[in-house]
């Protein structure tokens, strides 16, 4: 049993090529409880905005898949650019979301890649500090704006000269505003301006679309978040 326990601390594979079965299930094993136990505050951490079922998933699966593809390799420096190589041919796609969910992506494959060396006891405390971490972040709210930065698109019919109309309404609701696209929609019937703003505190947004809403000829309006402002680009 103590030479089991001590053959996980140097790795899976072993000078002669062969490889220890129990070691390479324990860590696979071990990789799955650290994907579900990563995919768990990543849960928590969104239970209040919401979050996808396949991403989930592929926080449980992605430090089981690292490992396996660690152990494969081994010190074959030619399994390792075969491998690289097969990797390329790999085609994806990824719908903009937040940018904090790359951090569990990278958490999954380091805590996958540490497994995949064998180092199970440096995997727990690197998932320890780093859960610390981002639970501290989340309850403490930091890197929070206390302001109110959103972005707002306005819709106008192609005769109406924007420069200016606008600017009254703009100044005397918002701290900050800034035109950041002009983009002409329906063949160029339509002229869509997108523009990023920060509110005074305590501004009423309903009354601050009805006021815009006078000088755009009744035509559509969005306010979102900036952190969502990918979808008025699209």
């Not at 079965?21 to 860590?27: E, H, W």
């Not at 136990?37 to 209040?48: D, E, G, N, W």
């Not at 995949?116 to 995997?123: C, D, P, S």
């Amino acid at each position: 049993m103590n030479e089991f326990f001590n053959s996980i601390i140097p790795g899976v594979l072993y000078g002669g090529g062969t490889v220890n079965a129990k070691v390479v299930f324990l860590c696979i094993g071990s990789a799955v409880l650290f994907g579900i136990l990563i995919s768990a505050v990543y849960i928590f951490t969104h239970r209040k905005t919401g979050y996808s079922n396949g991403y989930v998933s592929t926080t449980v699966m992605l430090p089981a898949i690292a490992a396996i593809i660690i152990m494969l390799i081994g010190d074959n420096v030619a399994r390792a650019f075969s491998l690289a190589g097969a990797f390329t041919l790999v085609r994806y796609r990824s719908v903009p979301g937040d940018p904090n969910d790359i951090c569990y992506i990278f958490f999954s494959l380091a805590i996958g890649v540490t497994l995949g060396l064998g180092y199970i006891g440096y995997a727990a405390i690197f998932f320890l500090l780093l859960a610390v971490v981002i639970l501290l972040m989340h309850f403490t709210n930091y890197g929070q704006s206390k302001k109110r930065n959103m972005t707002l698109k306005i819709t106008i019919p192609e005769n109406l000269n924007y420069h200016g109309v606008f600017d009254n309404v703009l100044n005397h609701y918002t701290s900050f505003w800034k035109l950041c696209r002009v983009k002409t929609v329906d063949f160029g019937s339509l002229f869509d301006l997108v523009y990023t703003i920060t509110f005074y505190e305590g501004m009423d947004e309903k009354e601050f679309i009805d006021k815009l809403r006078n000088l755009n000829g009744n035509l559509n309006i969005t306010l979102v978040l900036t952190r969502n402002e990918d979808s008025l680009y699209a």
